[in-house]
Nanobody, 115 residues
Framework: QVQLVESGGGLVQPGGSLRLSCVAS????????MFWYRQAPGKEREFVAI???????SYLDSVKGRFTISRDNAKNTVFLQMNSLKAEDTAVYYC?????????WGQGTQVTVSS
């Protein structure tokens, strides 16, 4: 079992920045592929970014160049640095771990981009 706890969400003005964190329980965190997803009101949950156990990364096209995913295996933590935020980035952001074929989700953290 892996438990995930996200933090760092909040209200930010357009053009601002936020850094999301997701702390995972358990051992062998370095073996997990870690993801960020988001779900805006009335829309389906969508992939935002992945960082694999080998530290390869990939992003949703609309966030490329603005968002950066990273991980600190010593702290069992994955981060999402979000810069140049736009109103359309408003959503609940979820952390996901893929471990030995099983997906684990966090409870989510709200990000609201508004003036």
């Amino acid at each position: 079992q892996v438990q995930l706890v996200e933090s760092g969400g909040g209200l930010v003005q357009p053009g601002g920045s936020l850094r999301l964190s997701c702390v995972a329980s358990g051992s062998m965190f370095d073996l997990n592929d870690m993801f960020w997803y988001r779900q805006a009101p009335g829309k389906e949950r969508e992939f935002v970014a992945i960082i694999t156990s080998g530290h390869s990364t990939s992003y949703l096209d609309s966030v490329k160049g603005r968002f950066t995913i990273s991980r600190d295996n010593a702290k069992n933590t994955v981060f999402l640095q979000m810069n140049s935020l736009k109103a359309e980035d408003t959503a609940v952001y979820y952390c996901k771990a893929l471990r030995f074929g099983t997906h684990y989700w966090g409870q989510g953290t709200q990000v609201t981009v508004s003036s």
